[in-house]
């Protein structure tokens, strides 16, 4: 790097690399922050319903998403029950459980990316 | 890696690890690959119109976005000459010469992030 940049990011303790990750399936987005958050509120709530009213979601917006998610590659990831006497419900699947272990990791590594250039900047 | 999704993944070769790049001031998106090609294509044309044009994008828009970067750390990026028999026409600054040659190497690396971790969804 040039010097005259180089004293710029110095200077600016402001400045930092950001980015975003996602899976993508065909070259299209397919697993991603949002469907991350939506799977672990299902999986504790046991309640597609609970979980939108968590993330300020429209039911159909999170079905809507449930959607693209079962018709992928990992499927199904989502699983409703179903009604007996306390109604439904629904549960992830063992591969949505790995998905999101998965996800988290390489969340991870990428945040681990983001810190190590942010520092690089500065020297 | 469980055994289950590993195997999904090894199956699935349209499946990659994707994402998106910038490089941030305090926190709030400041240069990503559309300033990146807004600057390139101000340097090979001289003018901010022709660079407009060229990414299908209006005059005010462009003039928008070169505010946004004039406004940033690294300043002035874009520089506009009076006219004279030619017209005035800009030029992009030493800054934003080097902040381009810094952003594409940056784009490399990640790029090589992304493609290992593509790598490793298989293994």
Redesign the interface.
């Known amino acids: ?2 010097q ?2 180089k004293k ?1 990011f110095k ?2 303790k ?14 299209n ?2 697993f991603g922050p949002g469907p991350l958050e939506l799977l672990e509120r299902i999986n504790n709530t046991g309640s597609i319903s609970e979980a939108a009213k968590e993330m300020n979601m429209s039911y159909k917006k999170a079905w809507e998403i449930i959607n693209v998610l079962n018709d992928g ?2 499927k199904p990831l989502v699983v409703t029950k179903a009604g007996g006497t306390k109604g439904g419900g629904s549960v992830i699947s ?2 949505a459980k ?2 999101v ?2 996800y988290r990791l ?1 969340r991870e ?2 945040k681990k ?1 983001l810190e190590k ?1 942010t520092r690089n900047m500065a020297l």
Chains 1, 2 share one sequence.
């Open positions: 790097m040039k005259s940049i710029i200077k600016n402001r400045l930092s690399v950001a980015g975003s990750l996602w899976i993508a399936c065909n070259d987005r397919f590659p990992v063992d591969e790995e998905l272990v998965y390489l590594r990428f990316f250039e």
